[in-house]
T-cell receptor, first 112, second 114 residues
Framework: ELKVEQNPLFLSMQEGKNYTIYCNYS?????LYWYRQDPGKSLESLFV?????AVKQEGRLMASLDTKARLSTLHITAAVHDLSATYFC????????????FGTGTRLTIIP | DAGVIQSPRHEVTEMGQEVTLRCKPI?????LFWYRQTMMRGLELLIY????????DSGMPEDRFSAKMPNASFSTLKIQPSEPRDSAVYFC????????????FGQGTRLTVV
């Protein structure tokens, strides 16, 4: 059974600081996704990582994937308040079928 | 495209009543997923369809839950009879094998069973 673990579960950080969220998974896969969820809202796709060594960046967020270590990271650079949200990683095992197993989520709060 | 559309957005019902949640996937997508989100269990997959055919319903919690996809543009998730522990946010998502390998989520239905 595929297990996806995220840490930390909660993260409170000051504006301008850098931090990293970690996502570990238990079964070999080269398909990993990061989503953002604002309170009471849906899940917004941030990154799709499809191969070992994949790195994608959008604004202050950068995601990477190490399939050998079964690890993905979401790095936040110079955090701003607008990044406050819950971030989920999710893993898919089946090519062409985005049946996702989600991590527990990381609730990020950026303090001015 | 309007994205994945779910209705209703909010549903409050009494225990024992039947509840039907609806989903319209993105046009052209051949996979449809139903997820449930709760504080205790997080996001969990209930069932998914490929080309309108149910493929894996192992996540459906009990026989009280059923899902159908009569055509490529419509799916329902039914709970009968509903119980307070069914209270959750239910998300529908769709994806396509032939496009970007990414699942797009609807706005969700917040179900409260009292």
């Amino acid at each position: 059974e595929l297990k996806v673990e995220q840490n930390p579960l909660f993260l409170s950080m000051q504006e301008g600081k850098n931090y990293t969220i970690y996502c570990n998974y238990s079964t070999t896969s080269d398909r990993l996704y990061w989503y953002r969820q604002d309170p009471g809202k849906s899940l917004e796709s941030l990154f799709v990582l499809l191969s070992n060594g994949a790195v994608k960046q959008e604004g202050r967020l950068m995601a990477s994937l190490d399939t050998k270590a079964r690890l993905s990271t979401l790095h936040i650079t110079a955090a701003v308040h607008d990044l406050s949200a819950t971030y989920f990683c999710a893993v898919s095992l089946d090519f062409g079928n985005e049946k996702l197993t989600f991590g527990t989520g990381t609730r990020l709060t950026i303090i001015p | 495209d309007a994205g994945v559309i779910q209705s209703p957005r909010h549903e409050v019902t009494e225990m024992g009543q039947e509840v039907t949640l609806r989903c319209k996937p993105i046009s052209g997508h051949d996979y449809l997923f139903w997820y449930r989100q709760t504080m205790m269990r997080g996001l969990e997959l209930l069932i998914y369809f490929n080309n309108n055919v149910p493929i894996d319903d192992s996540g459906m919690p009990e026989d009280r839950f059923s899902a159908k996809m009569p055509n490529a543009s419509f799916s329902t998730l039914k709970i009968q009879p509903s119980e307070p522990r069914d209270s959750a946010v239910y998300f529908c998502a769709s994806s396509s094998r032939d496009r970007v390998p990414e699942a797009f989520f609807g706005q969700g239905t917040r179900l409260t069973v009292v």
